[in-house]
């Protein structure tokens, strides 16, 4: 981890693990590792820490990726940038194009991505098309585009930002290491198209093959999907390859609303390998992870949540022992689904305009 130590913040400080030295930044990274005392004692683990990506510049761990993707395509020399997206991947595309001067398209499931999302890529300047399917097909789309050379693909299938991503697993080793004395048993993740999956088993491949950590020190990488969306889950636990595909999702975590997930191929490796494995989780078990997470101040987006969903059912499941030391990967910040929020039903109290009124709604003593 020396080699790491010097100039640039967040991600770039990370160059020597990069194909760049510097990118279209904004900054990204150096994100926090939460303590959650609460959650903890509710998971009954030696240790829980919460990487919170959605502290990002445009609130989720896409604009790891996109710092560098943007970089190659500026180097490549292409005009116009595209992605498919449940809604982040358009948001970071959208404001890091915006950055590097370029011109970016973006194709999303209508009806199905979170409004603050959307605000964001309009906010930026994407061409913003809504294609009346899922995001599956959106991607499709997108690939035939980058095939006829009307765009430069910058979703996950893209390796340049599964490069950027890395930097979450070094992040977390190092600052788990400068805590604890260890690196972490396990690190527990929400899934969608499984790129952050594939992203930190490269990093973690990488360490090790350069003598900075040893074959046992890699973290288990455990995956978590939504109940309704879960092709992954599946394929861990029937032993199937990594074509295994839904062809009907559903979830109220639209982020991971992916039915074929393009790094499967990269990512199951990860999940066997490092002896990890995935579970599947309701939409009220991530609703009540989410709710569990803001209680503890860190406020997330639905999808986020899975990875303390997942934590909390394989520790029932006697999955995950207690004298592990665990991290949760949290990917999208809460006010991209201000909706979701929303549903939490804490709304608010109307009132009439008086310090009288306030304090006898609130049932002060000194009301009357
Ligand atoms: N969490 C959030 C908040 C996401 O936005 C995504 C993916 C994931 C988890 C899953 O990550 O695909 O690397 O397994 N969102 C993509 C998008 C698909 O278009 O924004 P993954």
Redesign the pocket.
Known sequence: FEDFEGEGSGVWRYHAALPFDVGVTLPEGDTPLHEVPRIEEAAGVDSLRVKHEGMNPTG?F?DRGMTVGVRVAQEVGVDRLACA??????AALAAYGARGDMETLVLLPAGKVAAGKIAQAALHKARILEVDGN?DQCLDIVQDLAARGEAYLLN?LNPFRLEGQKTIGLEIMEEHYADYGEYPDRIVL????????AALYKCFRELVKSGAITEDQVPKLTGAQAEGAAPMVEAIHEGLDETNRWESVETRAT??R?GNPVNAPKALPGIRETGGTAVAVSDEEITEAQRELAGEGVGV?P??AASVAGLHKLREEGEIEADESVVCLT??HLLKDPDAAAEAGNDPEPVANSTEAVLEHIGAESSS
């Open positions: 989720s896409k997206s449940t809604g982040n991947t358009s995001f996950s929400p899934v969608g198209n499984a790129g952050n999956t982020a991971i992916i987006e999808a986020s990917t999208g």
